[in-house]
């Protein structure tokens, strides 16, 4: 059984599988935690999509929301509201 140790005095060549053994762990680990904690979903579920917005809450609908309140007055929500149509190119806006 010591043959197997050891090899010309020192560890045999078979002490790489150590390593090897670790990194499995511990990508399967991390892979685990991927697909259930950190995306928020269970395994074989797909993960949600950080742009799909629950109940209208894109930046239009915001705005048009804060505009109803009278948190900001017209001039400034069509300035706004160009701002957004220019830069996530939506055409036509709200009206």
Not at 43 to 62: C, M, Y
């Amino acid at each position: 059984m010591q043959t197997l140790a050891t090899w010309d005095g020192g560890p045999g060549p078979w002490i790489l599988f150590f390593p090897l053994i670790w990194t499995a762990v511990v990508i399967g680990a991390v892979t685990l935690l991927r697909r259930t904690e950190w995306h928020g979903g269970r395994p074989g579920h797909p993960r949600q999509v950080a742009d799909e917005r629950p109940g209208g809450d894109s930046p239009p609908a915001v705005l048009g929301r804060r505009f109803a309140s009278g948190e900001i007055d017209e001039e400034e929500y069509w300035r706004r509201l160009s701002v957004l149509d220019e830069r996530f190119g939506r055409g036509g806006g709200a009206a």
